[in-house]
C-alpha cells in the first residue's frame, strides 16, 4: 500500500525561495502607473462583498487606480479598502501579496462567515483569534501546523474599535477552499475545538501575513449557520455588521499606524 501523500507535494517547499516576487508585479504596475504606492497609507482593508465598496464610497472613499487585482478605494481615514477580486485563499492571499509589495504595512482582512454554533446568529461580529488551515495555499507558505494566528496587537485594536459599537465575540475560524463539501462531522469536531466560524480565506491571509511579516486581523459578521443549517440570507442584520466591521478596521488601521514606531 502507498503512503498517503503530503501536502504541499514538494516537502519543505516553505522554506525555500520562490522564483517568482510579487516586487515583479508592483514594478510592472509603476511602470503604467508611477504613483502606484500604498506606503503612505495607514493599511488596506481586504473586502470580499462588493456591498462593501459601495458602503466606502457612500462614505467618502475616493477610487485608486487599477494597481492589483482588484478594486481600490481609498477612505478618509487613509485605508485602502480592495474589493471586487473574489472569493477564497488563493484570490485573497493574491491580492494581498501585491497591496504588501506595493507598500501596504498593515491589514484588515472582513467578511461574512458560517457559524459552528447555536448560539450566535446573522450580524453577530467575530474577531478571528486563530484560523484552522483547511485550505491549500497557506500551506506553501509556513510550515506544517494546525492553526496560524493573526498579529496580537492589531487584534487588539480591531477588538477595541468594535467594543465601541458593542457586543462581539472571539475565537477560533475554521477556512476551508471546499465551501459545498462541509459536513455535520466536521462542524461536530471543530465546534468542540472552540470554533466559532467556518471561513474561506482567514488562515491563507494570516499564513501570508505571516511570511512577508505584516501585520493582518481578521473579522467577520455571521450570515449563516452550519450548527442549524439554515442557508445564507441577505438580512439586514448581516449587513449592518459588515458595515460595522468597515468602520472599525477603518479605524483600527488608522489608529494603529498612527501608534506605530514605523510609520512615515
Request: glycine share 8%; aromatic share 4%; net charge neutral.
Given at each position: 500500500?502507498?503512503?498517503?501523500?503530503?501536502?504541499?507535494?514538494?516537502?519543505?517547499?516553505?522554506?525555500?525561495?520562490?522564483?517568482?516576487?510579487?516586487?515583479?508585479?508592483?514594478?510592472?504596475?509603476?511602470?503604467?502607473?508611477?504613483?502606484?504606492?500604498?506606503?503612505?497609507?495607514?493599511?488596506?482593508?481586504?473586502?470580499?462583498?462588493?456591498?462593501?465598496?459601495?458602503?466606502?464610497?457612500?462614505?467618502?472613499?475616493?477610487?485608486?487606480?487599477?494597481?492589483?487585482?482588484?478594486?481600490?478605494?481609498?477612505?478618509?481615514?487613509?485605508?485602502?479598502?480592495?474589493?471586487?477580486?473574489?472569493?477564497?485563499?488563493?484570490?485573497?492571499?493574491?491580492?494581498?501579496?501585491?497591496?504588501?509589495?506595493?507598500?501596504?504595512?498593515?491589514?484588515?482582512?472582513?467578511?461574512?462567515?458560517?457559524?459552528?454554533?447555536?448560539?450566535?446568529k446573522p450580524g453577530d461580529l467575530?474577531?478571528?483569534?486563530?484560523?484552522?488551515?483547511?485550505?491549500?495555499?497557506?500551506?506553501?507558505?509556513?510550515?506544517?501546523?494546525?492553526?496560524?494566528?493573526?498579529?496580537?496587537?492589531?487584534?487588539?485594536?480591531?477588538?477595541?474599535?468594535?467594543?465601541?459599537?458593542?457586543?462581539?465575540?472571539?475565537?477560533?475560524?475554521?477556512?476551508?477552499?471546499?465551501?459545498?463539501?462541509?459536513?455535520?462531522?466536521?462542524?461536530?469536531?471543530?465546534?468542540?475545538?472552540?470554533?466559532?466560524?467556518?471561513?474561506?480565506?482567514?488562515?491563507?491571509?494570516?499564513?501570508?501575513?505571516?511570511?512577508?511579516?505584516?501585520?493582518?486581523?481578521?473579522?467577520?459578521?455571521?450570515?449563516?449557520?452550519?450548527?442549524q443549517r439554515t442557508p445564507r440570507?441577505?438580512?439586514?442584520?448581516?449587513?449592518?455588521?459588515?458595515?460595522?466591521?468597515?468602520?472599525?478596521?477603518?479605524?483600527?488601521?488608522?489608529?494603529?499606524?498612527?501608534?506605530?514606531?514605523?510609520?512615515?
Amino acid at each position: 500500500m502507498s503512503s498517503p501523500l503530503s501536502f504541499p507535494l514538494y516537502t519543505g517547499k516553505h522554506a525555500l525561495p520562490a522564483l517568482t516576487d510579487p516586487a515583479e508585479h508592483a514594478a510592472y504596475v509603476r511602470r503604467r502607473h508611477p504613483g502606484a504606492d500604498l506606503t503612505g497609507t495607514a493599511g488596506a482593508i481586504l473586502a470580499y462583498q462588493r456591498s462593501l465598496a459601495t458602503e466606502a464610497v457612500r462614505r467618502g472613499a475616493q477610487p485608486l487606480g487599477r494597481w492589483v487585482s482588484g478594486d481600490l478605494h481609498l477612505t478618509h481615514d487613509n485605508v485602502v479598502v480592495c474589493s471586487g477580486f473574489g472569493r477564497g485563499a488563493p484570490a485573497a492571499g493574491l491580492v494581498l501579496e501585491q497591496l504588501i509589495a506595493l507598500g501596504a504595512r498593515a491589514v484588515i482582512t472582513v467578511g461574512t462567515a458560517a457559524t459552528l454554533h447555536r448560539g450566535l446568529k446573522p450580524g453577530d461580529l467575530v474577531i478571528c483569534e486563530e484560523a484552522l488551515r483547511d485550505e491549500g495555499l497557506s500551506h506553501h507558505y509556513l510550515a506544517p501546523a494546525r492553526y496560524v494566528a493573526p498579529d496580537v496587537a492589531l487584534t487588539a485594536r480591531l477588538a477595541a474599535e468594535l467594543a465601541t459599537q458593542g457586543a462581539h465575540h472571539r475565537g477560533r475560524t475554521w477556512s476551508t477552499d471546499a465551501l459545498y463539501r462541509e459536513t455535520a462531522a466536521e462542524v461536530s469536531r471543530y465546534s468542540a475545538e472552540g470554533i466559532l466560524t467556518a471561513d474561506m480565506e482567514a488562515a491563507g491571509v494570516l499564513a501570508v501575513a505571516q511570511h512577508r511579516q505584516v501585520p493582518v486581523a481578521a473579522a467577520f459578521t455571521i450570515a449563516d449557520s452550519l450548527a442549524q443549517r439554515t442557508p445564507r440570507a441577505d438580512t439586514p442584520q448581516t449587513a449592518e455588521g459588515l458595515g460595522a466591521l468597515l468602520h472599525a478596521a477603518a479605524r483600527a488601521l488608522a489608529k494603529f499606524h498612527d501608534d506605530s514606531p514605523h510609520r512615515s
